[in-house]
Every structure is written in structure tokens, then in C-alpha cells.
């Protein structure tokens, strides 16, 4: 005869004789100290990590100091650990000769990584305009994803249960316009070749939104066509551009006409590459670096010309 008695789960010895304080402790995050080789970069990272002069200082603290700010990851399935927030530390760690880091390890699914992730670059004095967008992209779709999951019952996808839509409450942690957030996330329909000269100020942020409205061949086309005539779109040949592409009628030819037209603008430009500034610089030098360089020394030799002047 079988026993109609229920089985009852007996709690362990360890559970029996620990205290609340011990429980509550072994769940409290820990700061690990992880080997770099274990630390592999966030899947679609889309923040640079150069190794520029703000690099080399920050790798001379870390040889002199440590990792003073833990860095933050979850395990990978396939092994290690995915970095979440900390990659500028990771690689000054390894420029450093360090062989390990400090780590705090946390289970996050995707959204909330990527948005820990997102956030903990957005606090940087300078992004580019390509980091911004795709960080602004990839955060937004995991509100969504939060916000689909949290209240199930809305009608309207990335709604949050205060009625507020994912774009205006992101608007609102980052102090930028919803229209300005859209303008950015809109940037990473561009091919990576006009992102770069973005990222470069080779070409303006106005011209490269109207830019991102064209075909990705047709992107790839424009980039023949600047090189041909050797000129970048104006604000209004962009908006050409674009007009002729939702027309169908944007080929090479017009590509071409409309960037070897004389820009106003150009008559009183003097342009200077990179390649030719760049040997006057040390090479850690960016971009802005130099150009901020080379302004402060056009101010010191203008005042030096009036002292002159005046004698």
C-alpha cells in the first residue's frame, strides 16, 4: 500500500545553522580579480577604444595606482567573461603590463547590459557623432524590449506603464531634444566610409543626416563622386542628393555634376589634410587636439603682429 504522505524537503545543515546576516552577505556583489585574457569586448561595442594620448594617461595611473573603478561584466556561455562597462580600462590594463583586473560580475540579460553599457560611456566629455548614434540606437531598442515586457497590455510597442514612450524618456536621461535623438539614430543607416568622415568633420552633421536617406549603393556611388571632384556636400547639395534618390533619378552623373559645382563657401577656405598636419604633431595627437593647437598658435602670432604694430 502506497503512503499518501507528501515529500517534504528538508533544508540542509548549511541553511539550518546560517544566519540571516551570512545569507544576505554570500548574495552581495564581489569584486573579482579576473585575468584580462578572460574580458572579451561587448557584442556591437560601439564606442572606440584608441590608444591616444588620454590612453597613455590613463594606462600610467593604472601602472602607477591599479584600477581604482571596478569594471562591470557577465559570464559568457562560450567561456569568460563579457565586458559590459570597462574597456578603456581593459585596454589601459594591458598597456599597462597588468595581468589581471578588477571586476564586478552580474547576471544581466541583453537589455540591461547593453544599457549599463550604454550609460557608462554616455558620461564621456567628447563622443563622436557615430558612437553617439549607435549608443543612442542600441539603448532605445532595449528600453523597448523592457518596456514590452514590463506591461504587456500596451497597445503601443516601448510604452512604460506612466504612459511615456521609450524615445521620451530617453530624451529626457540624456538632455537632448527627441527630434535631436532621432536625427543621431538616424546617422547609422550611413555606410562606415561617410561615418568616419563624419567622425572626422570631414563632412557637417546636417549634411551627413540628409546623406543617411540614401540607398546604401548610392552611398557608395557618392563616395566615387566626392573623390572624382575632390569636395564634400554642402547642406543643400545633400538635400539634392536626397530629393533625386526618393525621386529614382540619382546616378553617378548627377553625383558627380552636383559635387563639381563651386561652393561659395569654398572660395575663401584653405583646407589642409590631415596627412599634412600630421607631421608636425606628435602622433598621439587627434584631430581636435591639433586643431585647437594650431588656433591657440594663430592667437599668440595675431597678438605678437598688432604688439608689433603699435611700436
Request: aromatic share 6%.
Amino acid at each position: 500500500m502506497k503512503s499518501s504522505a507528501k515529500k517534504v524537503e528538508l533544508a540542509s545543515v548549511d541553511d539550518l545553522f546560517s544566519t540571516e546576516e551570512s545569507r544576505a552577505d554570500a548574495q552581495r556583489e564581489r569584486v573579482l580579480e579576473i585575468p584580462l585574457s578572460e574580458l572579451h569586448p561587448f557584442k556591437n561595442h560601439p564606442f572606440k577604444v584608441k590608444d591616444d594620448e588620454s590612453m597613455m594617461e590613463t594606462a600610467d595611473s593604472i601602472r602607477q595606482y591599479g584600477v581604482l573603478v571596478p569594471a562591470i561584466a557577465r559570464p559568457d556561455p562560450d567561456g569568460g567573461y563579457e565586458l559590459v562597462a570597462g574597456h578603456r580600462r581593459h585596454r589601459a590594463s594591458e598597456l599597462a603590463d597588468k595581468e589581471t583586473m578588477p571586476v564586478i560580475v552580474r547576471d544581466l540579460d541583453d537589455d540591461a547590459a547593453t544599457i549599463i553599457m550604454v550609460d557608462s560611456n554616455l558620461q564621456r566629455e567628447s563622443l563622436l557623432p557615430s558612437e553617439r548614434a549607435f549608443a543612442y540606437k542600441m539603448k532605445l531598442d532595449a528600453m523597448k524590449h523592457q518596456g514590452e515586457r514590463r506591461d504587456l497590455t500596451c497597445a503601443q510597442v516601448g510604452h512604460k506603464s506612466d504612459g511615456k514612450k521609450s524615445r521620451d524618456i530617453l530624451a529626457e536621461q540624456v538632455g537632448q531634444s527627441k527630434n535631436q535623438i532621432q536625427r543621431f539614430i538616424r546617422l547609422t543607416e550611413l555606410i562606415p566610409e561617410l561615418l568616419d568622415m563624419l567622425d572626422e568633420r570631414k563632412i557637417a552633421l546636417n549634411p551627413a543626416y540628409e546623406l543617411s536617406f540614401l540607398k546604401k549603393e548610392e552611398q557608395t556611388q557618392l563616395l566615387d563622386a566626392m573623390d572624382s571632384e575632390q569636395a564634400t556636400p554642402s547642406l543643400s547639395q545633400a538635400q539634392r542628393l536626397k530629393k533625386f534618390s526618393q525621386e529614382g533619378h540619382l546616378s553617378i552623373d548627377v553625383m558627380r555634376a552636383i559635387m563639381g559645382e563651386e561652393k561659395k563657401s569654398d572660395l575663401d577656405k584653405v583646407t589642409f589634410t590631415s596627412d599634412t598636419l600630421r607631421k608636425y604633431f606628435p602622433k598621439s595627437y587627434t584631430p581636435q587636439r591639433m586643431q585647437e593647437t594650431i588656433i591657440k598658435l594663430l592667437e599668440q602670432w595675431q597678438k605678437k603682429r598688432q604688439r608689433d604694430q603699435e611700436r
